[in-house]
């Protein structure tokens, strides 16, 4: 199957401080990429869907200033944790598909944060 | 509203004997349903997909029902082995042209040797 890398795969970072994660599509180019976050014992909630070269459209409840989304390429999407704080400690998911829907999702190993 | 639910938390089954799972799901008209595997500190790995038209798919040792009319999939591991322990996770996509996948609330199986 595809594979899609996140980088790093833990991060810890002190309150208040901005963090980058990377999600990048290997052997396939991904129209679409998503962003999901799960916090311990619980499924994996979608937290917005982006697709190159366009604005990313977030679920409700995710605040697109702070979690702030860039497709920039076929093969590369970052999420910012901007200004984070605890309770954003959590599991981020990344995953990327080259269709619509229908076409499987390819999902990353995640990326652990830690908001001291 | 729309909910997915997996019919237990925890499952503990016997090396040798079949798993099953379940997932049930209510105001959705899904056009896929697709079953996950996740390890401790994993991505989801995907597993089987079946389609609203479709009753049964088998890959390996796996074995997936879709029944639309009682809004329910099972998923089945025959001959379960230790190695086979692991959150399961089903999920859908719409049909409505909505194109995102939800995921369910997950079932932590054991196998005991």
């Known amino acids: 199957g595809a594979v899609v890398s996140q980088h790093p795969s833990r991060v810890i970072c002190k309150s208040g401080t901005s963090v980058k994660i990377e999600c990048r599509s290997l052997?396939?180019?991904?129209?679409?990429m998503f962003w999901y976050r799960q916090f311990p014992k619980q499924s994996l909630m979608l937290m917005a869907t982006?697709?190159?070269?366009?604005?990313?459209?977030?679920e409700q409840g995710v605040e697109k200033d702070k979690f702030l989304i860039n497709h920039a390429s076929l093969t590369l999407s970052t999420l910012t944790v901007t200004s984070a704080h605890p309770e954003d400690s959590s599991f981020y998911i990344c995953?990327?598909?080259?269709?619509?829907?229908?076409?499987?999702?390819?999902f990353g190993p995640g990326t652990r944060l830690t908001v001291l | 509203s729309q909910k997915i639910e997996q019919n237990s938390e925890a499952l503990n089954i016997q090396e040798g004997k079949t798993a099953t799972l379940t997932c049930n799901y209510t105001?959705?008209?899904?056009?896929?349903l697709q079953w996950y595997r996740q390890d401790p500190g994993r991505g989801p790995v995907f597993l089987l997909l079946?389609?609203?038209?479709?009753k049964e798919k088998r890959k390996e040792r796996l074995k997936v029902t879709f029944d639309t009319t009682l809004k329910q999939s099972l998923f089945h591991i025959t001959a379960s082995q230790p190695a086979d322990s692991a959150t399961y996770l089903c999920?859908?996509?719409?049909?409505?042209?909505?194109?995102?996948?939800?995921f369910g609330t997950g079932t932590r199986l054991t196998i005991i040797p």
């Open positions: 995953s990327a598909r080259s269709g619509g829907p229908g076409v499987l999702q390819f």
């Open positions: 052997d396939f180019q991904a129209t679409t």
């Open positions: 982006s697709n190159e070269g366009s604005k990313a459209t977030y």
């Open positions: 105001n959705y008209s899904p056009a896929y």
């Open positions: 079946i389609r609203e038209n479709e």
């Open positions: 999920a859908l996509e719409s049909n409505f042209g909505n194109e995102k996948l939800t």
